[in-house]
């Protein structure tokens, strides 16, 4: 009706300014009769070890094309030095729902298995938690790696689990003792941990779906009549399955009805449902929706649907997965008319498990533009995807070149909501709120902390980055290397004009490399 009524002519001043309130009335009463919340929606879409060069507008070297969150680009606002604080799944995810270091952490500094117990502190405040002071209905949907309070059968002490058979003494009859559910989440469906650690499984609400247990190796042979083994072997034993190349998992319990190939769609699916059960149900309550995937993480297992349409193989297949998830999201905020609404986050937990074989082999660099992989301390190890749209506040397409971590969304959402940090919470944390809302000439920090799956740190600013030791400190060989006498003792480089980390200059500024080692140790 609105785009025809220039057809129409009325004949007093006083008809076109009745319609003008009508229509008025009819846009702003939605949200003053509390049929939609004041304040945003929230979902934040989390890929596993998506690598900043596998979305298509940030690469323009990039063999895989993702429309869907290429149109985010399009319409949001791109972070383009975005970091996770560390290039592993669960202090990465610890710093983003905590705004807090993992290092600070006693448990959440390092990978996690399935049966590990929380990570997160009792009665620390996380995203969900002060969303839900704000009025928000929250819910997690995908993998958690944060930790689990499982119960053991019996009377049996502590949990245990043998990986050469694939056996725990868990009971999956009780619920967990603590999990998403005692941090802020009013709804939780997560599978434990990636989806190559067992145990195989949903958890709903706390309570095992399906508690009916069997191991992989009674559903999935361990090697295919063509297997060949690849550098990604070493992750795991004879007892896995490994059919190729990114196609394999750990030997372990997994739910009966559980299927590592479907995995990736209930997810979906479910995300779907939550989206729809609040737009329909409760429009006019605000929700927070934290959708951590399990793809493109290892088992590269895409759907029938994106299998071949990628010229690098099952990895950039999965990612087309990825992709459809944003497109799916999108298409389900426009069917509920909350679109306008909304802030989409999509990021990843850190770069991508992509070697340097991987590139020379397929002509394409997940991590493009930096040196190393996840679990590195190079740039590649955490320099992470982040892109945000917010139709109703962000109006064009924009670049946002300075540094910003994902542990900032906790004081960012603290600013949204209006509330006030406490003592205790978030202090890692610096808000971006301002570059959302209009105001992006302001810088969020200064400097960053990062750390590697091994345990190695580094330091940077906003034009020099310190690491504390030789090697990549993760998944690149060499992991470590002994300094030599006469060579540096640690690693030193100019950002902001050496982005793939090429030139050490620890020898040529001493003095910069040892206050910023200095400053290194008092910020741990």
Known sequence: MIRNFNKFKFSTPFSIALITMVIYGSCSTEREGNRLPKNPNIIVILADDMGYGDVSALNPESRVRTPAIDRMVNEGISFSNAHASASVCTPSRYGFLTGRYAFRSENGAFGIGGFAGPVIESGRETLASLLKEAGYHTGIVGKWHLGLDWKAKGNEEGIQFDDQSGYS????????????????????????????????????????????????????PTRLENTTYAWDKKHSNEEAVYWEKGVWW????????????????EILEEGLSFIDSRAEEHPEQPFFLYMPLTGPHTPWVPTDEFKGKTPIGLYGDFVLNIDDVVEQVQNALIKHGIRENTILVFSSDNGAYWPQEEIELHDHDSNWGRRGQKGDIWEGGHRVPLIISWPEKIEKASVYTPLVSLIDFFATFMDLTG?????????????????????????????????????MYSFSNENYKFIEGLGSGGFTAPQFEEPKPDGPQGQLYRIDLDSTESQNLFLEHPDLANSMSQTLKSSK
């Open 169 to 220: 003494n868990v009971d999956y009859s009780q619920p967990v003792g603590s999990g998403p559910n005692d941090y802020g989440f009013d709804y939780s469906f997560i599978h434990p941990a990636s989806l190559d650690i067992p145990p195989y499984l949903f958890l709903k609400d706390h309570h095992v779906i399906d508690p009916e247990m069997i191991l992989t190796t009674d559903v999935y």
């Open 250 to 265: 750990r030997q372990g319990e997994m739910s009966s009805s559980f299927r590592i190939e479907d995995c990736h769609d």
């Open 419 to 455: 509330q006030k940090m406490s003592s205790g919470s978030g202090e890692d944390s610096f808000s971006f709120f301002h570059v959302l809302d209009g105001h992006p000439e302001k810088p969020v920090r200064t400097s960053m902390v990062h750390h590697s799956s091994g345990g």
